[in-house]
T-cell receptor, first 112, second 113 residues
Framework: QQQVKQSPQSLIVQKGGISIINCAYE??????FPWYQQFPGKGPALLIA?????SEKKEGRFTISFNKSAKQFSLHIMDSQPGDSATYFC???????????FGTGTRLQVFP | EAGVTQFPSHSVIEKGQTVTLRCDPI?????LYWYRRVMGKEIKFLLH????????ESGMPNNRFLAERTGGTYSTLKVQPAELEDSGVYFC???????????FGPGTRLTVL
């Protein structure tokens, strides 16, 4: 049973557009929600993370929106660039544990 | 500062053979994690070391998998004997104690034929 559901599986966006990736979770004991970015041939790298006591976190063109009551969180990439083309994973971590529970990933392609 | 390194980058073996994957964490990182991604699916947690001790091995699929971290530095993950369903990309990650960010290595792509 998948604990973190991610959609869409793939996304094509034009340069300058907004990319939106959504994740949903069931376990209310999760207390840390990171997003990882992975380029081909590389390992996942932390992009941005949020805790459930805030509803939004912004770092440059990347924003996480968090809806605790709906148990959903999303990544918004503003002004998407070809260099943003990568696979994005949402994840969650339970209170008192270290293990990350990942979504299935979204392959983003940004075309010029 | 060198990142997490993994060796080999690719391994192709036949069913029933043994393979050993190696991970060198970032220097000074006491936490070391193994994860696996089977094609198109989520990245799944396998286990967590704190120094040389296994903190959580709840994700290890079965007793064909053996992880070690002698001396609390590098770690090895041995699969013996390998089965077809073991194919995937094996990632290692590390962190300092009491920090959130897990730093991932580039992964080892294992193909079992």
């Amino acid at each position: 049973q998948q604990q973190v559901k991610q959609s869409p599986q793939s996304l094509i966006v034009q340069k300058g557009g907004i990319s939106i990736i959504n994740c949903a979770y069931e376990n209310t004991a999760f207390d840390y929600f990171p997003w990882y970015q992975q380029f081909p041939g590389k390992g996942p790298a932390l992009l941005i993370a949020i805790r459930p006591d805030v509803s939004e976190k912004k770092e440059g063109r990347f924003t996480i929106s968090f809806n605790k009551s709906a148990k959903q969180f999303s990544l918004h990439i503003m002004d998407s660039q070809p260099g943003d083309s990568a696979t994005y994973f949402c994840a969650a971590r339970g209170r008192g544990t270290d293990k990350l529970i990942f979504g299935t990933g979204t392959r983003l392609q940004v075309f010029p | 500062e060198a990142g997490v390194t993994q060796f080999p980058s690719h391994s192709v073996i036949e069913k029933g053979q043994t393979v050993t994957l190696r991970c060198d964490p970032i220097s000074g990182h006491d936490n070391l994690y193994w994860y696996r991604r089977v094609m198109g699916k989520e990245i799944k947690f396998l286990l967590h070391f704190v120094k040389e001790s296994k903190q959580d091995e709840s994700g290890m699929p079965n007793n064909r998998f053996l992880a070690e971290r002698t001396g609390g530095t590098y770690s090895t993950l041995k699969v013996q004997p390998a089965e077809l369903e073991d194919s995937g990309v094996y990632f290692c990650a590390s962190t300092e104690l009491s920090t959130d960010t897990q730093y991932f290595g580039p992964g080892t792509r294992l193909t079992v034929l």
